[in-house]
Protein backbone atom coordinates (compact mmCIF):
# COMPACT_ATOMS: atom_id res chain seq x y z
CA UNK A 1 0.00 0.00 0.00
CA UNK A 2 2.81 2.43 0.68
CA UNK A 3 4.43 1.55 -2.29
CA UNK A 4 1.65 2.23 -3.90
CA UNK A 5 0.91 5.53 -2.77
CA UNK A 6 4.54 6.04 -3.91
CA UNK A 7 4.54 5.47 -6.76
CA UNK A 8 1.29 7.77 -7.42
CA UNK A 9 3.23 10.44 -5.46
CA UNK A 10 6.12 9.96 -8.53
CA UNK A 11 3.72 9.82 -11.13
CA UNK A 12 1.90 13.46 -9.88
CA UNK A 13 5.20 14.64 -9.87
CA UNK A 14 6.17 13.93 -13.30
CA UNK A 15 2.99 15.39 -14.39
CA UNK A 16 3.09 18.37 -12.97
CA UNK A 17 6.84 19.20 -14.03
CA UNK A 18 5.15 18.37 -17.67
CA UNK A 19 2.74 20.70 -17.11
CA UNK A 20 5.14 22.82 -16.10
CA UNK A 21 7.65 22.46 -18.87
CA UNK A 22 5.45 22.55 -21.80
CA UNK A 23 3.78 25.49 -20.43
CA UNK A 24 7.16 27.37 -20.02
CA UNK A 25 7.57 25.87 -23.70
CA UNK A 26 4.30 27.76 -25.11
CA UNK A 27 4.98 30.86 -23.20
CA UNK A 28 8.76 31.09 -24.88
CA UNK A 29 6.49 30.21 -28.06
CA UNK A 30 4.49 33.20 -27.59
CA UNK A 31 7.26 35.14 -26.18
CA UNK A 32 9.98 35.23 -28.65
CA UNK A 33 8.56 33.83 -31.77
CA UNK A 34 5.69 34.62 -33.63
CA UNK A 35 4.42 32.11 -37.05
CA UNK A 36 4.79 34.45 -40.13
CA UNK A 37 1.93 35.02 -42.33
CA UNK A 38 2.82 33.37 -45.60
CA UNK A 39 0.71 36.09 -47.66
CA UNK A 40 1.37 39.48 -45.79
CA UNK A 41 -0.36 42.03 -45.86
CA UNK A 42 -3.39 39.49 -46.18
CA UNK A 43 -5.54 42.11 -44.08
CA UNK A 44 -4.82 45.93 -42.76
CA UNK A 45 -2.11 46.83 -41.04
CA UNK A 46 -1.63 49.49 -38.40
CA UNK A 47 0.99 52.36 -38.61
CA UNK A 48 1.34 53.77 -35.31
CA UNK A 49 2.35 57.26 -35.93
CA UNK A 50 3.21 58.94 -32.18
CA UNK A 51 1.96 62.59 -32.83
CA UNK A 52 -1.11 64.40 -33.69
CA UNK A 53 -2.82 64.77 -36.94
CA UNK A 54 -1.20 67.38 -39.23
CA UNK A 55 2.36 67.37 -38.07
CA UNK A 56 5.53 66.36 -39.56
CA UNK A 57 5.60 62.83 -39.58
CA UNK A 58 1.64 63.22 -40.85
CA UNK A 59 3.12 64.59 -43.62
CA UNK A 60 4.87 61.45 -44.98
CA UNK A 61 2.84 59.23 -43.08
CA UNK A 62 -0.23 59.81 -45.35
CA UNK A 63 1.16 59.76 -48.45
CA UNK A 64 3.29 56.55 -47.66
CA UNK A 65 0.05 54.98 -46.67
CA UNK A 66 -1.80 55.84 -49.71
CA UNK A 67 0.98 54.29 -51.46
CA UNK A 68 1.10 51.32 -49.55
CA UNK A 69 -2.72 50.58 -50.07
CA UNK A 70 -2.40 51.02 -53.97
CA UNK A 71 0.89 48.61 -54.24
CA UNK A 72 0.03 46.00 -51.58
CA UNK A 73 -3.99 46.27 -51.95
CA UNK A 74 -4.57 46.19 -48.25
CA UNK A 75 -5.03 49.43 -46.05
CA UNK A 76 -2.43 51.26 -43.90
CA UNK A 77 -4.17 52.67 -40.82
CA UNK A 78 -2.93 55.76 -39.51
CA UNK A 79 -3.03 55.57 -35.53
CA UNK A 80 -2.21 59.20 -34.27
CA UNK A 81 -1.04 58.64 -30.57
CA UNK A 82 0.23 61.81 -29.54
CA UNK A 83 1.90 63.01 -26.04
CA UNK A 84 4.93 63.31 -24.18
CA UNK A 85 7.20 64.49 -27.17
CA UNK A 86 6.35 61.01 -29.13
CA UNK A 87 6.82 58.82 -26.41
CA UNK A 88 3.33 57.67 -25.28
CA UNK A 89 2.96 56.56 -28.76
CA UNK A 90 5.87 54.40 -28.95
CA UNK A 91 5.56 52.69 -25.87
CA UNK A 92 2.18 51.64 -27.09
CA UNK A 93 3.41 50.43 -30.26
CA UNK A 94 6.19 48.47 -28.61
CA UNK A 95 3.44 46.48 -26.81
CA UNK A 96 1.68 45.21 -30.01
CA UNK A 97 1.96 41.95 -31.27
CA UNK A 98 5.19 41.06 -33.46
CA UNK A 99 3.64 39.74 -36.12
CA UNK A 100 3.99 42.89 -38.62
CA UNK A 101 0.28 44.51 -38.61
CA UNK A 102 1.45 47.31 -36.14
CA UNK A 103 4.29 48.96 -37.83
CA UNK A 104 5.84 52.28 -35.79
CA UNK A 105 6.70 55.53 -37.37
CA UNK A 106 9.15 57.16 -35.66
CA UNK A 107 11.13 60.42 -35.82
CA UNK A 108 14.81 61.60 -34.71
CA UNK A 109 12.97 62.76 -31.28
CA UNK A 110 12.70 59.25 -30.05
CA UNK A 111 16.75 59.31 -31.08
CA UNK A 112 16.89 62.19 -28.46
CA UNK A 113 14.09 61.20 -25.82
CA UNK A 114 16.93 58.51 -24.30
CA UNK A 115 19.20 61.84 -23.11
CA UNK A 116 16.04 63.39 -21.94
CA UNK A 117 13.70 61.24 -20.01
CA UNK A 118 14.64 59.54 -16.76
CA UNK A 119 12.68 56.64 -17.56
CA UNK A 120 10.75 55.26 -20.62
CA UNK A 121 8.52 52.53 -21.06
CA UNK A 122 10.34 51.23 -24.07
CA UNK A 123 13.82 50.90 -25.55
CA UNK A 124 14.23 51.96 -29.21
CA UNK A 125 17.29 49.49 -30.26
CA UNK A 126 15.63 46.78 -27.62
CA UNK A 127 12.54 46.59 -28.35
CA UNK A 128 12.47 47.69 -31.54
CA UNK A 129 13.19 45.91 -35.01
CA UNK A 130 14.31 48.88 -37.45
CA UNK A 131 12.96 48.69 -41.44
CA UNK A 132 13.28 51.65 -43.13
CA UNK A 133 14.73 55.39 -43.08
CA UNK A 134 11.68 56.70 -44.54
CA UNK A 135 12.22 60.61 -44.75
CA UNK A 136 14.93 63.40 -44.16
CA UNK A 137 14.52 66.87 -44.15
CA UNK A 138 16.56 70.55 -42.85
CA UNK A 139 14.79 72.09 -39.83
CA UNK A 140 13.80 75.36 -40.44
CA UNK A 141 13.30 78.36 -38.60
CA UNK A 142 10.01 79.71 -38.98
CA UNK A 143 8.56 83.04 -37.28
CA UNK A 144 4.93 84.80 -37.39
CA UNK A 145 5.46 87.70 -39.90
CA UNK A 146 3.21 90.15 -37.41
CA UNK A 147 5.14 89.26 -34.59
CA UNK A 148 8.99 89.09 -35.95
CA UNK A 149 10.49 90.34 -38.53
CA UNK A 150 11.10 88.53 -41.77
CA UNK A 151 14.67 89.77 -42.05
CA UNK A 152 17.58 87.42 -40.70
CA UNK A 153 19.71 90.67 -39.19
CA UNK A 154 16.51 92.35 -38.12
CA UNK A 155 15.34 89.30 -36.54
CA UNK A 156 18.63 89.04 -34.13
CA UNK A 157 18.75 92.24 -33.54
CA UNK A 158 15.52 92.01 -31.95
CA UNK A 159 16.16 88.51 -29.89
CA UNK A 160 19.39 90.29 -28.34
CA UNK A 161 17.55 93.33 -27.52
CA UNK A 162 14.83 91.27 -25.91
CA UNK A 163 16.49 88.73 -24.10
CA UNK A 164 13.96 85.75 -23.06
CA UNK A 165 10.58 88.00 -24.42
CA UNK A 166 10.92 86.13 -27.34
CA UNK A 167 9.68 82.49 -27.31
CA UNK A 168 9.30 79.52 -29.24
CA UNK A 169 6.84 76.51 -29.85
CA UNK A 170 7.95 73.11 -30.19
CA UNK A 171 6.10 69.61 -30.53
CA UNK A 172 7.36 69.10 -26.79
CA UNK A 173 10.29 68.25 -24.46
CA UNK A 174 13.16 66.09 -25.98
CA UNK A 175 12.05 66.59 -29.52
CA UNK A 176 13.75 67.91 -32.33
CA UNK A 177 12.06 71.39 -32.18
CA UNK A 178 13.15 71.67 -28.48
CA UNK A 179 16.82 70.57 -29.20
CA UNK A 180 17.13 72.69 -32.56
CA UNK A 181 15.93 75.51 -30.47
CA UNK A 182 18.40 75.04 -27.67
CA UNK A 183 21.17 74.43 -29.35
CA UNK A 184 20.50 77.69 -31.58
CA UNK A 185 20.92 79.46 -28.48
CA UNK A 186 23.83 77.71 -27.40
CA UNK A 187 25.22 78.88 -31.04
CA UNK A 188 23.92 82.21 -31.30
CA UNK A 189 24.43 83.20 -27.42
CA UNK A 190 20.69 83.89 -27.34
CA UNK A 191 18.02 83.32 -24.78
CA UNK A 192 14.36 82.34 -26.44
CA UNK A 193 11.43 80.86 -24.04
CA UNK A 194 10.54 76.98 -24.79
CA UNK A 195 6.88 76.31 -24.95
CA UNK A 196 6.69 72.29 -25.52
CA UNK A 197 2.99 70.93 -27.31
CA UNK A 198 2.03 68.01 -27.38
CA UNK A 199 2.93 67.61 -31.64
CA UNK A 200 4.12 70.14 -34.23
CA UNK A 201 0.50 70.70 -35.42
CA UNK A 202 -0.73 72.19 -32.68
CA UNK A 203 2.72 74.25 -32.39
CA UNK A 204 2.01 75.57 -35.98
CA UNK A 205 -1.31 76.07 -35.52
CA UNK A 206 -0.21 78.65 -32.05
CA UNK A 207 2.60 79.93 -34.50
CA UNK A 208 -0.09 81.19 -37.11
CA UNK A 209 -2.29 82.42 -34.89
CA UNK A 210 0.33 84.58 -33.08
CA UNK A 211 0.27 82.70 -29.60
CA UNK A 212 3.93 82.25 -30.00
CA UNK A 213 6.68 83.84 -31.87
CA UNK A 214 9.07 81.49 -33.51
CA UNK A 215 9.75 77.87 -34.39
CA UNK A 216 12.73 75.80 -34.87
CA UNK A 217 10.14 72.78 -37.09
CA UNK A 218 11.14 69.91 -40.02
CA UNK A 219 10.58 71.42 -43.38
CA UNK A 220 7.87 68.69 -44.05
CA UNK A 221 5.61 70.21 -41.26
CA UNK A 222 6.09 73.65 -42.07
CA UNK A 223 6.35 73.75 -46.00
CA UNK A 224 2.72 74.30 -46.97
CA UNK A 225 1.98 77.11 -44.18
CA UNK A 226 5.27 79.00 -45.46
CA UNK A 227 3.95 78.82 -49.01
CA UNK A 228 0.65 79.70 -48.37
CA UNK A 229 2.11 83.21 -46.67
CA UNK A 230 0.50 82.11 -43.37
CA UNK A 231 4.63 81.73 -41.28
CA UNK A 232 7.59 83.08 -43.23
CA UNK A 233 10.94 81.09 -43.05
CA UNK A 234 14.23 82.48 -41.88
CA UNK A 235 16.67 80.04 -42.43
CA UNK A 236 17.17 76.43 -43.34
CA UNK A 237 19.76 74.45 -40.76
CA UNK A 238 22.80 73.12 -42.85
CA UNK A 239 25.40 74.36 -45.61
CA UNK A 240 23.18 74.29 -48.66
CA UNK A 241 19.56 75.88 -49.44
CA UNK A 242 16.82 74.15 -49.97
CA UNK A 243 15.84 72.68 -53.59
CA UNK A 244 11.68 73.36 -52.64
CA UNK A 245 12.51 76.86 -50.74
CA UNK A 246 15.73 77.97 -52.76
CA UNK A 247 15.33 81.72 -51.85
CA UNK A 248 15.65 80.89 -47.95
CA UNK A 249 19.22 81.27 -47.15
CA UNK A 250 20.94 78.56 -45.35
CA UNK A 251 22.24 78.79 -42.05
CA UNK A 252 26.21 78.35 -43.14
CA UNK A 253 25.34 81.86 -44.85
CA UNK A 254 24.09 83.39 -42.15
CA UNK A 255 27.40 82.59 -39.94
CA UNK A 256 26.33 79.35 -38.31
CA UNK A 257 28.29 76.84 -40.14
CA UNK A 258 28.07 74.19 -37.12
CA UNK A 259 23.82 74.51 -37.49
CA UNK A 260 23.14 71.45 -39.13
CA UNK A 261 20.09 69.88 -37.36
CA UNK A 262 18.07 67.58 -39.45
CA UNK A 263 14.55 65.73 -39.08
CA UNK A 264 14.11 62.30 -39.83
CA UNK A 265 11.41 59.88 -39.95
CA UNK A 266 12.05 56.24 -39.73
CA UNK A 267 9.82 52.67 -39.66
CA UNK A 268 9.96 50.25 -37.20
CA UNK A 269 7.94 46.88 -36.16
CA UNK A 270 7.93 45.36 -32.63
CA UNK A 271 10.69 43.00 -32.08
CA UNK A 272 10.04 39.54 -32.51
CA UNK A 273 8.43 40.08 -35.90
CA UNK A 274 8.91 37.29 -38.17
CA UNK A 275 12.51 37.61 -40.31
CA UNK A 276 10.06 36.85 -43.89
CA UNK A 277 7.36 39.47 -42.89
CA UNK A 278 10.38 41.99 -41.72
CA UNK A 279 11.54 41.31 -45.74
CA UNK A 280 8.48 41.94 -47.29
CA UNK A 281 7.53 45.20 -45.60
CA UNK A 282 10.93 46.63 -46.23
CA UNK A 283 10.57 45.28 -49.93
CA UNK A 284 6.90 47.13 -49.35
CA UNK A 285 8.63 50.41 -48.09
CA UNK A 286 11.60 50.09 -51.30
CA UNK A 287 8.49 50.09 -53.99
CA UNK A 288 6.81 52.82 -52.64
CA UNK A 289 10.20 55.06 -52.60
CA UNK A 290 10.35 54.72 -56.54
CA UNK A 291 6.89 55.74 -56.61
CA UNK A 292 5.76 59.01 -59.05
CA UNK A 293 3.48 59.91 -56.03
CA UNK A 294 5.47 59.39 -53.41
CA UNK A 295 8.79 61.20 -55.23
CA UNK A 296 6.38 64.12 -55.87
CA UNK A 297 5.03 64.34 -52.13
CA UNK A 298 8.94 64.05 -50.87
CA UNK A 299 10.26 66.70 -53.28
CA UNK A 300 7.16 69.46 -52.07
CA UNK A 301 8.41 69.04 -48.51
CA UNK A 302 12.08 69.46 -49.16
CA UNK A 303 12.64 65.88 -47.95
CA UNK A 304 14.94 62.91 -49.64
CA UNK A 305 14.22 59.38 -49.11
CA UNK A 306 17.33 57.51 -48.14
CA UNK A 307 18.03 53.70 -48.95
CA UNK A 308 18.29 52.94 -45.92
CA UNK A 309 16.77 49.74 -44.55
CA UNK A 310 17.48 47.38 -41.80
CA UNK A 311 20.79 46.47 -39.57
CA UNK A 312 22.01 49.78 -41.93
CA UNK A 313 18.94 52.34 -40.65
CA UNK A 314 19.80 50.59 -37.37
CA UNK A 315 23.43 52.08 -37.23
CA UNK A 316 22.18 55.29 -38.31
CA UNK A 317 19.92 55.11 -35.05
CA UNK A 318 22.71 54.16 -33.05
CA UNK A 319 24.69 56.88 -33.97
CA UNK A 320 21.89 59.52 -33.67
CA UNK A 321 21.65 58.59 -30.39
CA UNK A 322 25.27 59.54 -29.13
CA UNK A 323 24.90 62.54 -31.38
CA UNK A 324 21.96 63.61 -29.62
CA UNK A 325 22.82 62.77 -26.02
CA UNK A 326 26.25 65.27 -26.82
CA UNK A 327 23.72 68.06 -27.65
CA UNK A 328 21.75 67.80 -24.72
CA UNK A 329 25.10 67.56 -22.05
CA UNK A 330 26.59 70.76 -24.26
CA UNK A 331 23.27 72.87 -24.19
CA UNK A 332 22.28 71.87 -20.72
CA UNK A 333 18.55 71.46 -22.31
CA UNK A 334 16.02 69.93 -19.52
CA UNK A 335 11.95 68.96 -20.23
CA UNK A 336 10.08 71.78 -19.26
Same mark, same amino acid.
Given at each position: ??????????????????? !?????????????????????????? *??????????? *?????????????????????????????????????????????????????????? @????????? !??????????? @?????? !?????????????????????????????????????????????????????????????????????????????????????? #????????? /??????????????????????????????????? #?????????????? /?????????? #???? @???????????????????????????? /???????? !??
Amino acid at each position: MKERQMNDDQHLLASRRDV !LRWGSAGLAAYSFGVQADPNWPSKPV *TMVVPFPAGGG *TDAFARPFSAQFAKQSGKTLVIDNRGGAGGNLGAGIAAKAAPDGYTLFMGAVHHSIAP @AMYPKLEYD !LERDFVPLALM @AVVPQV !LVVNPKKVPGDFKAFMAQLRSNPGRLNFGSAGGGTSHHLAGELFKLQTKTFITHIPYRGAGPALQDLIAGNVDMMFDGLGSSAQHI #KGGRIKALM /VSGNKRNGAFPDVPCAAELGLPDYTVTTWYGLWAP #KGIPAEVQARAIEE /VRKASMAEDI #KVAW @AQNGAEFPNITGPQFGTFVSNEIKRWAA /VVKASGAK !LD
